[in-house]
Structure formats: structure tokens, C-alpha cells
């Protein structure tokens, strides 16, 4: 059974035939789905999708691009939706220094009182870092290290900042760009992480694993990204997908 532990099926990239594509999960072996707010129209859309697919978990969280949305009654908000039956996670939430779209100082900000939700709700964290590296991990061993735990998501640092990572106590999100030829850090790292600490995800509707990079992500492409980790680590597809399914299941906290 395969565990995609980091989607985007509310994308208006799926508008025009999202029911269909669902409704084919699970007759090709995918049997779980972690939908992920990312804004505030994000995060309603996904407590929707979690009361329409039985399958489908949610994560309620806003990504440090939208940092700037939220408030006081905001995070009252979604504190409140963390008590929801199906809601397993706070995220995304990070720092992304790359956009740049809010300040350094806002986007730490509601980092650390997002991580503050997490530890409240007693649930794991789903974190957002681009270029970003020291400022976040900073913030997560100040804020969060040892507590509810949590998955790095889509992980593109350096094997040792990997290692930072698994020593507190995190999963490593791997995603579609480790099938990439030129990915050569990212495949060190799939090496070097203990597949106990994998999770695996696709970002659908981004990140669309070789062969089929550049073109609309889904969970359908999974198999892709577990036969490249199999292959980097010598053992079979079969491991793989049962062991990343299990750890995803132990952090999401959900009952198989």
C-alpha cells in the first residue's frame, strides 16, 4: 500500500477532473493521501477533501509565502480546526527565502507560533524551507526539537544537514527530484537517510518524477520515486513502499 504523504489535490490544476482522478487511487494501490493547506483558502479546501474521500488526511498550516495572511483570530482558527477527526498535521509552515513574498522577520514569526500550534495540538509538523537552511533549523531546535515531531518536506539541503535533522528526531521528505539525473545531493541523501526516517511524497500537483518531469504531478507517479530509492539502496520496491507507508502511518498517528 502506498502513502502519498504530501499533496495538493485542492491545485486548480485539478479542477477539471480531480473527482475522476481520486476516484482511481485506490485501485492503483494508493491507499493514503495527506492533503496540505498552504493558505487559508487551501486549508478549507482540504478539511472538504478529508470529509469527501476516506482516504484522504489533512494537514492545516500556512506556508511562509502567505505568512502575512495571518493573525491572532487566524491562528484561533486553525487551532480549532486541529481538533478535526481527520486533520493529522500542522503545514505547511516554514521559511522560503527564495520568494521572498514576506519578511524574514514575519515569516519566523509565524513559524515559531505555528510550531507553538503544533505542540499545543499534539500534532506533527510538515515543514516548507527554501534557502532558508540555517535560519530553519534554528528555529526548529529552539521551538520544536523533541516534541511532536514532524517531516522535512521535500528535503533539498545536504546530507549532513539531513543528518541534523534525523538526529532530532525528524522524517526526510523525498520526492520526485530524487529520480532526476542531475540530482546527485538529493540521491546521497536517499542513500544516507535510514529508510526508518523516509517519507515518501509527490507536492502534486508539482515535482513530477523522470519520466514524467514537467508534466502535472500525481500519486500515480509514486511508483517512480519508490523504485529510485529501492535502487539507491539496494533492496527491493516491495520494502520500500511497506516501510514508507508504515513510518507515514506511525507520524501521521493514523490507525492502518
Known amino acids: 500500500m502506498i502513502f502519498d504523504s504530501h499533496a495538493h489535490y485542492d491545485d486548480e490544476a485539478f479542477d477539471e477532473d480531480r473527482e475522476s482522478l481520486l476516484g482511481s487511487m485506490q485501485e492503483n494501490g494508493i491507499g493514503y493521501i495527506v492533503n496540505v493547506g498552504a493558505?487559508?483558502?487551501?486549508?478549507?479546501?482540504?478539511?472538504?477533501?478529508?470529509?469527501?474521500?476516506?482516504?484522504?488526511?489533512?494537514?492545516?498550516?500556512?506556508?511562509?509565502?502567505?505568512?502575512?495572511?495571518?493573525?491572532?483570530e487566524r491562528l484561533l482558527w486553525l487551532e480549532k480546526l486541529c481538533e478535526e477527526e481527520k486533520i493529522v498535521a500542522v503545514g505547511e509552515i516554514g521559511l522560503d527565502y527564495y520568494w521572498d513574498k514576506e519578511s524574514h522577520e514575519v515569516q519566523k514569526e509565524w513559524?515559531?507560533?505555528?510550531?507553538?500550534?503544533?505542540?499545543?495540538?499534539?500534532?506533527?509538523?510538515?515543514?516548507?524551507?527554501?534557502?532558508?537552511?540555517?535560519?530553519?533549523?534554528?528555529v526548529m531546535k529552539a521551538e520544536h526539537a523533541g516534541s511532536t515531531g514532524g517531516v522535512i518536506h521535500c528535503f533539498s539541503?545536504?546530507?549532513?544537514?539531513?543528518?541534523?535533522?534525523?538526529?532530532?528526531?525528524?522524517?526526510?521528505?523525498?520526492?520526485?527530484?530524487?529520480?532526476?539525473?542531475?540530482?546527485?545531493?538529493?540521491?546521497?541523501?536517499?542513500e544516507y537517510v535510514p529508510l526508518e526516517q523516509i517519507l515518501i511524497e509527490t507536492d502534486c500537483p508539482y515535482l513530477a518524477?523522470?519520466?514524467?518531469?514537467?508534466?502535472?504531478?500525481?500519486?500515480?507517479?509514486?511508483?517512480?520515486?519508490?523504485?529510485?530509492?529501492?535502487?539507491i539502496k539496494g533492496i527491493s520496491k516491495e520494502l520500500v513502499e511497506e516501510k514508507t507507508c508504515e513510518n507515514a502511518l506511525k507520524m501521521y498517528q493514523i490507525k492502518s
Open 39 to 72: 493558505s487559508l483558502r487551501g486549508v478549507e479546501d482540504t478539511v472538504k477533501l478529508t470529509k469527501s474521500y476516506p482516504f484522504i488526511y489533512g494537514a492545516v498550516g500556512i506556508h511562509p509565502d502567505e505568512a502575512g495572511d495571518l493573525n491572532e
Open 157 to 190: 539541503n545536504s546530507r549532513e544537514m539531513a543528518r541534523d535533522y534525523v538526529n532530532m528526531g525528524y522524517y526526510i521528505g523525498i520526492g520526485g527530484v530524487v529520480t532526476f539525473k542531475n540530482a546527485r545531493v538529493m540521491k546521497e541523501v536517499a
Open 111 to 138: 513559524f515559531a507560533r505555528q510550531l507553538a500550534l503544533s505542540k499545543k495540538a499534539g500534532l506533527p509538523v510538515i515543514i516548507h524551507s527554501r534557502d532558508a537552511a540555517k535560519d530553519t533549523i534554528d
Open 209 to 231: 518524477p523522470a519520466p514524467n518531469r514537467g508534466k502535472r504531478n500525481s500519486s500515480l507517479f509514486l511508483p517512480y520515486i519508490i523504485e529510485e530509492i529501492a535502487r
